[in-house]
Each structure stands twice: as structure tokens, then as C-alpha cells.
């Protein structure tokens, strides 16, 4: 459960650095995490 949700929490940061950083990387998390889940 603590693994899930540090891995939640991680993957909202890096959504957000990227959609803030470089919106092309976000769109490309939003498709690994498409594909993973």
C-alpha cells in the first residue's frame, strides 16, 4: 500500500515538472501510464 502510494505521488510530480518543463513529455508519461495501466 506504501509503495503503490509513494509511486502515486511520484508519478503526479513528474506529471507535473513535465506538463510545466516540456508539455510534449507530459503527453508522452500520459502515454506510458496508458499503456502500463
Given at each position: 500500500?506504501?509503495?503503490?502510494?509513494?509511486?502515486?505521488?511520484?508519478?503526479?510530480?513528474l506529471?507535473?515538472?513535465a506538463?510545466?518543463?516540456?508539455?510534449?513529455?507530459?503527453?508522452?508519461?500520459?502515454?506510458?501510464?496508458?499503456?502500463?495501466?
Open positions: 500500500i506504501v509503495g503503490a502510494n509513494l509511486f502515486a505521488t511520484w508519478s503526479i510530480l506529471t507535473r515538472v506538463n510545466k518543463f516540456a508539455p510534449a513529455m507530459g503527453y508522452i508519461v500520459k502515454d506510458v501510464k496508458t499503456v502500463i495501466l
